[in-house]
T-cell receptor, first 114, second 116 residues
Framework: EAQVTQNPRYLITVTGKKLTVTCSQN?????MSWYRQDPGLGLRQIYY???????DKGDVPEGYKVSRKEKRNFPLILESPSPNQTSLYFC?????????????FGPGTRLTVL | AQSVAQPEDQVNVAEGNPLTVKCTYS??????LFWYVQYPNRGLQFLLK??????LVKGSYGFEAEFNKSQTSFHLKKPSALVSDSALYFC??????????????FGKGTKLSVIP
């Protein structure tokens, strides 16, 4: 089944404890992206990647890192999480960066930083 | 810069009645427009998109959307609402102009409640 998977689905952590949220897609997509969803703000893009070893900042990149060493994986790294990073995170992928291509989303990771 | 507005935070409709979820956009060039739906504790599911051509786009689960260039709108519609349509709906836009226009900009979402 074609899908985007994320792990973990739920995570509660404490301020300053490094964490990684994994994202993987099995559709051979070039483009991958991370979003955060907050009430009343919709989805905001954190980082995106147009292909292996090519990443760039979105609208809200502060406090996050990403890497794209393999085409299928695009982990999101929080080196020193803070409470304002408590949010619902989504990974998405599309065949290419072209504007016409549909992005497909993972199930989400609900992160709470205490 | 591109932007999307969903003017209604919540829409309530009776089961069996037609529903409309509104979306307006702003782009420099031509828009690529998308609708997604989010059910509770689930990710976003793609409903439909407008790229070019026919202004009326048909999508999944009986939904359709009408692109209106003069009003810069892309409203989501369904002729007869089901209770199972109750969810959070997001409109999103991409601009076809210029390099680096890979960002998909989302509206803030509209919560649809279908009342039995």
């Amino acid at each position: 089944e074609a899908q985007v998977t994320q792990n973990p689905r739920y995570l509660i952590t404490v301020t300053g404890k490094k964490l990684t949220v994994t994202c993987s897609q099995n559709m051979n997509h070039e483009y991958m992206s991370w979003y955060r969803q907050d009430p009343g703000l919709g989805l905001r893009q954190i980082y995106y990647s147009m292909n292996v070893e090519v990443t760039d900042k979105g609208d809200v990149p502060e406090g996050y890192k990403v890497s794209r060493k393999e085409k299928r994986n695009f982990p999101l790294i929080l080196e020193s999480p803070s409470p304002n990073q408590t949010s619902l995170y989504f990974c998405a992928s599309s065949l290419s960066p072209r504007g016409t291509d549909t992005q497909y989303f993972g199930p989400g990771t609900r992160l709470t930083v205490l | 810069a591109q932007s999307v507005a969903q003017p209604e935070d919540q829409v309530n409709v009776a089961e069996g009645n037609p529903l409309t979820v509104k979306c307006t956009y702003s782009v420099s060039g031509n828009p690529y427009l998308f609708w997604y739906v989010q059910y509770p504790n689930r990710g976003l599911q793609f409903l439909l998109k407008y790229i070019t051509g026919d202004n009326l786009v048909k999508g999944s689960y009986g939904f359709e959307a009408e692109f209106n260039k003069s009003q810069t709108s892309f409203h989501l519609k369904k002729p007869s609402a089901l209770v199972s349509d109750s969810a959070l709906y997001f409109c999103a836009v991409r601009d076809d102009s210029g390099a680096g226009s890979y960002q998909l900009t989302f509206g803030k979402g509209t919560k649809l409640s279908v009342i039995p």
